[in-house]
């Protein structure tokens, strides 16, 4: 399954395909293969697009996507995840627990934490909450388990980032790991005791919508926050499957999507979650458009849109390609999506002239 190239290939690296401590303190190599690795996320810095993958490769287009450049990377791990809150200001995740951050519109990078600096972070905010509550056995089995992420070292990827302005920023991965800041990243507070999870599942996707900040989270578990990120309560799980992501759509609703094609839409904040039948493909991505659409893209290398706020999709035709991974809207009737061989553009027709659901 070309699922295992995007979303698996992400986790199953962190453990043996990059071996962490020497990629962690290694640059990038720039490579003319750079536009064609493994790309997991795309993002918009202003009128330019930032794509982060396999190998630390962090690509940057001013022309929409038509083509690349490589710019240089203080890691060597993969890059999971990008999201700018500004044209300049911009951030990354991967694996190692790595963060990096840019301040020039993604021309040049700085690592500021890893795995290590994250386990530092729990561990002193376990220790906190257990002195709040000293006869808490939950707060002691958080510090056992803040004290084997350091003794495990920096082994357990960052999965997404996003950042709610300049100042206000979250970050969640695999285990259950969970930061936030409230000062442009110049701190961080570990929320991992917040996220009503105590068996530390993955974390692979954050959603701000307007009634909250969603994680999407495996075993079919979704969190909800309503109080800007600083704490997260489990919502009823629409399936068993894992789900890598959320789209809010336009009415207030709210869009889950996962694996084995698991698309489940909620109209009351996540109470109760309907099923939308789309395809057997996981989807791996998805996006609210400027004119209120939604788009999922898949492991197949399927991209499908709704008009109707998510209650149905129809497929956007498209040549065959590879596996999907990421999206973005680079101008009106225009996506770029990541994908396991790269970056490309796709094309969007009006929604009457595209192929019916």
């Not at 190239?5 to 303190?25: K, R, W, Y």
């Not at 939604?294 to 999709?313: I, N, Q």
Request: hydrophobic content about 40%; overall charge negative.
């Amino acid at each position: 399954m070309r699922f295992y190239a995007v979303i698996f290939f992400l986790l199953a690296s962190a453990a043996s395909a990059e071996p962490v401590g020497d990629p962690l303190d290694s640059p990038s190599i720039p490579s003319p293969r750079g536009p064609h690795l493994m790309a997991a996320r795309v993002a918009k810095a202003g009128d330019r697009l930032v794509s982060v993958g396999e190998r630390g490769t962090i690509l940057l287009s001013d022309d929409q996507g038509q083509s690349w450049r490589q710019v240089a990377s203080p890691v060597r791990v993969t890059l999971t995840a990008v999201d700018f809150p500004t044209a300049r200001l911009g951030w990354a995740v991967g694996n190692g627990g790595v963060v990096l951050e840019s301040r020039d519109g993604g021309d040049s990078w700085s690592k500021r934490l890893d795995g290590d600096k994250l386990a530092a972070i729990e561990v002193e905010q376990a220790k906190a909450d257990l002195a709040a509550a000293p006869g808490d056995e939950q707060a002691r089995h958080r510090l056992r388990e803040a004290e084997g992420l350091v003794q495990d070292g920096p082994d357990k990827p960052l999965m997404d980032v996003h950042f709610f302005d300049e100042k206000r920023g979250l970050m969640v991965g695999t285990y259950g790991l969970a930061f936030r800041t409230e000062d442009g990243g110049g701190s961080w507070q570990s929320i991992m005791g917040h996220t009503d999870d105590p068996q530390g599942r993955h974390f692979y996707g954050i959603e701000a919508a307007p009634d909250g900040v969603y994680l999407a989270g495996e075993q079919g578990a979704i969190f909800k926050s309503t109080d800007g990120g600083k704490s997260f309560h489990r919502l009823a799980n629409p399936a068993k499957g894992s789900f890598f992501g959320l789209v809010s759509a336009p009415g207030g609703a709210v869009v889950a999507y996962g694996l084995r094609g698991a698309v489940f839409r909620s109209e009351d904040g996540g109470a109760h979650w309907t099923k939308v039948s789309v395809t057997w493909a996981s989807f791996t991505a998805g996006k609210r458009l400027m004119d209120g659409s939604l788009v999922l893209v898949d492991e197949g290398g399927g991209v499908w849109r709704s008009v109707d706020a998510g209650k149905s999709f129809a497929a956007v035709p498209r040549p065959d390609g590879p596996g999907l991974s990421g999206i973005v809207e680079a101008a009106p009737d225009l996506l770029v999506v990541s994908s396991d061989h790269g970056n490309f553009r796709v094309a969007l027709a009006s929604p009457s002239a595209e192929a019916p659901k």
